[in-house]
């Protein structure tokens, strides 16, 4: 978030607006001064979001309308090239260091795990749409999860800002270019423009707030009203009159609200909706207060000489105090830092950021070669990019070469589950683990094409969660159908391995967090969605008629017994009635820590005894039916009923409780032997 080096409008035509907008308003330098202290104190100490980001956005806004409205009303060109080249002029070379010194302490402190996280944040980072990035990992039942929060979170906001300082300017050169003939109605047109922009987004924020707040909050869309809130202030501005003493009331009231906001209501579950109302109408009562500098009111502090100096680096502190906090938590391995470590994170941040203002942003914001000179301006940003891209494309190719050289290498090294029935000599092979720990996300099953033809699902839940091997399509083929969450995915792991040599394909209905149960809770969505899905998926499992159902029919816990899905054998009754086999999977173990990266990152043993069956509960039992074909990878999985991270020389798991897609493919010849004991689709290879 610039912070610094936002200037505020200078030089109005009129008389009316001459005090509010050509005038240094020291108290709104102090305003932003005590959103950042209350920002980091916030974060550092309590653990809560404040609610000064979004002063910033407002304030942002206002000074940003205000500059533009002052160059309007004095017939000056609104250069809109030049204003975006110099505002991000400002932003872009700090940012761009904050990253690059990110990138160098993940490097060498943070955990391999975390590296694909890092390296996907810092280019969303550095382009602006950081907030996009972590809004849909919010939403994203597939997105690692982490112990950590993300040494780039902070850059949402100045993502969102970034954007604005793109949109904002349009808006205004629209309204000038159409109005540019009756200058009068200039201002009474942003004027309704902004305060449409203000409703229609405090709505859709309200809205979406309350559908899906993880998202919302992070969301552009959301944020608008914010911006517009600032716009509003600032073209209002000229023409409010508030008595001195009244004035002083507002100001302290502002003040307050701002200081005690995060304590009072929960920022960070609750916003942005209505509830972000209350730091954007505090920032406005001090702004509308602080016009005339009443007596008594907060002015005088706030441009007391200690939130002078903070104002100074605040972009700077805001920047690098995220980072620091984070990087002490991966070394530490601690989440709260008390006082006396709070202080020093503080004091660290402090330093880096007088240097980052001093040494960085700074020189280039007043270098006046840089105003004159347009080709050296767009120097600057290119130079800023490189920076960041060079190192970080350098660092990805180079772990992406280590990984498909480990992959091209030597299979023999890597038995997998075949190391159990028939184990190797692996103490003289010095081979690093599989899954690298950057490639965890390619370890997720996916069967390679969304569904086509006749097999496109009709029923509407069931859109986006359907795919398909290479011929599944195509007439007289035979097929097995795979449904339910993502256990059902990862599981799918051998089969899909086994049918590359038969003469059967696959169709898969995933979604994840809805298990292929009746009346099962999901984690990760709502629950009548997840009915409807379940419900579309046995109806399109009817249709199709595939030769056999791959379900997974057990619910493993990392500390309770295990237990049958609920309502599974309904479901199987209505399946076997129709003549459709059933291949009963039993579910893979859970545990309650990430198992790679114990496995990977830790020195102490990882192994875990078996959680066995609810007492009366077994997989046989439930197979004696006809036509059900009982799978349990277990013996592979927990040898000597001792779960294991790695077997064979590769990771059993993905994180606590997913296969990964490499152990799984080395169950393939045990699942092919299962499923001949049972009868299910006879070998048709040529």
């Keep these: 978030m610039k912070l610094s080096s936002l200037s505020p409008p200078r030089g109005p035509a009129s008389a009316s607006a001459s005090t509010s907008l050509s005038a240094r308003r020291t108290d709104i330098d102090g305003l932003r001064a005590l959103a950042i202290l209350l920002v980091v104190v916030y974060h550092v100490w309590l653990g809560r979001v404040s609610g000064g980001v979004d002063v910033f956005l407002m304030v942002s806004a206002f000074f940003l309308t205000g500059s533009f409205v002052g160059r309007m009303q004095e017939a000056r060109p609104l250069q809109l090239g030049s204003f975006w080249l110099r505002r991000f002029r400002r932003l872009l070379p700090a940012a761009a260091i904050t990253i690059v010194g990110i990138l160098g302490v993940a490097l060498v402190a943070y955990p391999q795990t975390e590296w694909p996280r890092v390296w996907r944040e810092a280019w969303s980072s550095l382009f602006y749409v950081e907030n996009w990035t972590l809004a849909f990992a919010e939403v994203d039942y597939y997105a690692r999860a982490s112990q950590i929060p993300s040494p780039f979170q902070h850059f949402w906001s100045l993502s969102v800002q970034g954007q604005v300082f793109v949109l904002w300017p349009v808006i205004i050169g629209a309204v000038w270019f159409v109005l540019r003939r009756r200058r009068h109605l200039i201002v009474p047109a942003l004027f309704a423009t902004f305060g449409a922009v203000f409703l229609v987004s405090l709505a859709f924020s309200i809205l979406e707030t309350a559908r899906s707040q993880d998202f919302a909050y992070f969301d552009t869309r959301t944020r608008l009203w914010e911006f517009a809130a600032g716009s509003l202030v600032a073209l209002a501005l ?17 003040v307050l609200g701002i200081v005690f906001c995060g304590l009072v209501i929960d920022v960070q579950g609750g916003f942005p909706g209505y509830l972000a109302l209350w730091p954007v109408v505090c920032a406005g009562l001090v702004i509308v207060a602080g016009r005339e500098r009443p007596p008594g009111g907060p002015a005088a502090f706030l441009a007391s000489r200690p939130l002078r ?34 202080l020093g994170i503080v004091g660290v941040s402090f330093v880096l950021a007088r240097l980052l203002s001093g040494l960085v942003e700074r020189p280039i914001r007043e270098a006046t070669a840089l105003d004159r000179s347009r080709r050296l301006g767009v120097g600057v940003l290119a130079i800023a990019v490189l920076v960041v891209a060079v190192p970080l494309g350098a660092w990805q190719l180079t772990i992406a070469q280590r990984t498909n050289a480990v992959v091209a290498g030597e299979s023999r090294g890597y038995p997998g589950a075949a190391q159990i029935d028939s184990p190797i000599d692996l103490s003289g092979v010095e081979l690093p683990l599989i899954p690298d720990p950057t490639a965890l996300d390619a370890e997720w099953v996916y069967l390679g094409q969304e569904c086509s033809g006749d097999l496109v699902p009709v029923e509407a839940p069931l859109d986006g969660t359907c795919t ?37 394909e696959l169709i898969a209905l995933l979604r994840g967090g809805c298990s292929l149960a009746i009346g099962a809770l999901s984690p990760s969505t709502s ?21 056999a159902v791959y379900l997974v029919v057990t619910r493993a816990s990392p500390t309770s017994p295990e237990v049958l899905v609920e309502g599974i054998e309904d479901i199987a009754s209505v399946l076997l009635d129709n003549g459709i086999q059933i291949i009963a999977v039993r579910d893979n173990p859970r545990f309650d820590f990430d198992m790679y990266a114990c496995v990977v990152d830790s020195n102490a043993s990882c192994d875990v005894a078996e959680v066995g069956f609810d007492e009366g509960v077994a997989l046989h039992t439930f197979a004696e039916r006809e036509g059900i074909t009982a799978v349990d990878f277990r013996p592979w999985m927990c040898p000597d009923s001792i779960c294991s991270g790695a077997i064979g020389n590769i990771a059993v798991y993905i994180d606590d409780n997913h296969l990964s897609d ?16 049972g009868g299910v689709l006879p070998s048709g290879r040529d």
Excluded: F, I, K, N
Excluded at 312 to 338: E, N
């Design 238 to 254: 000229p023409y409010l009159r508030v008595p001195a003493r009244g004035a002083a009331v507002l100001g302290w009231t502002g």
């Design 309 to 342: 100096y903070v104002s100074r680096d605040a972009y700077a502190l805001y920047l690098v105090h995220w980072p620091v906090l984070v990087t002490w938590m991966v070394l530490s391995d601690r989440s709260d830092p008390g006082v006396l470590a709070g």
């Design 468 to 504: 398909q091997t290479a011929r599944a399509a195509e007439p007289d083929t035979r097929r097995v159908l795979v449904m339910g969450d993502s256990h059902a995915q990862q599981l799918m792991a051998p089969l899909r391995a086994s049918a590359e040599g038969e003469s059967w």
């Design 662 to 677: 490499a152990y799984g493919r080395t169950l393939a010849p045990m699942l092919q032997s299962m499923m001949a004991a």
């Design 527 to 547: 629950d009548a969605a997840c009915d409807e899905w379940r419900a579309a998926a046995l109806d399109y499992a009817l249709r199709l008629q595939p030769d």
